[in-house]
């Protein structure tokens, strides 16, 4: 079974502060992709990183950077967080086009 | 025009009874569809892909028309375990990226 884990469920922020959201899979996937979810906007592609150092901005990368440095782990940074940024965050890594997804972390920035 | 539209429901249906959704999409050139659930809260998950010759999985039957460019789920002897939103997914030609859907909501009551 493909294994996403994502490093917390429910994360609370104070606006400008840099946050950090970890994933983790452990099935040797080469692309992992970071969406946020928003009720009435559905699943929305922040980025995407289909080798370790490789990323490509998807729909809604302002505000956000990624980092991957090892194949398993691909990390989301908020440089400095804003109450906009508020939402589910969540992780996926895939297999050809399917994908597989972590957790979610519920993200409130006050 | 949105890239995947679906009817956001909800659908209230009966145990037993039958439902079905649609979905469709702007692009002509997508080649690999899928349905995923997700259950209030969680994550996505993958439910079953879409063949061109329609394919079935126990209750659960997909189909495509790729000449209206739409999908179908059809959904038989509903149980109250089925109540969940379903994710209508189409790939970005000449990517592995996804575009999701909004979801159609689905609620069975006894």
């Known amino acids: 079974d493909v294994k996403v884990t994502q490093s917390s469920r429910y994360l609370v922020k104070r606006t400008g502060e840099k946050v950090f959201l970890e994933c983790v899979q452990d099935m040797d996937h080469e692309n992992m992709f970071w969406y946020r979810q928003d009720p009435g906007l559905g699943l929305r592609l922040i980025y995407f990183s289909y080798d370790v150092k490789m990323k490509e901005k998807g729909d809604i990368p302002e505000g956000y950077s990624v980092s991957r440095e090892k194949k398993e782990r691909f990390s989301l940074i908020l440089e400095s967080a804003s109450t906009n940024q508020t939402s589910m965050y969540l992780c996926?890594?895939?297999?050809?086009?399917?994908?597989?997804f972590g957790p979610g972390t519920r993200l409130t920035v006050t | 025009r949105k890239e995947v539209e679906q009817d956001p429901g909800p659908f209230n249906v009966p145990e037993g009874a039958t439902v079905a959704f649609n979905c469709t999409y702007s692009n002509s050139a997508s080649q690999s569809f899928f349905w995923y659930r997700q259950d209030c809260r969680k994550e996505p998950k993958l439910l079953m892909s879409v063949y061109s010759s329609g394919n079935e999985d126990g209750r659960f039957t997909a189909q495509l028309n790729r000449a209206s460019q739409y999908i179908s789920l059809l959904i038989r002897d509903s149980k109250l375990s089925d109540s969940a939103t379903y994710l209508c997914?189409?790939?970005?030609?000449?990517?592995?990226?996804?575009?999701f859907g909004t979801g159609t909501r689905l609620q069975v009551f006894p």
């Open positions: 997914v189409v790939n970005i030609p000449n990517t592995d990226k996804l575009i």
């Open positions: 996926a890594s895939s297999f050809f086009y399917e994908q597989y």
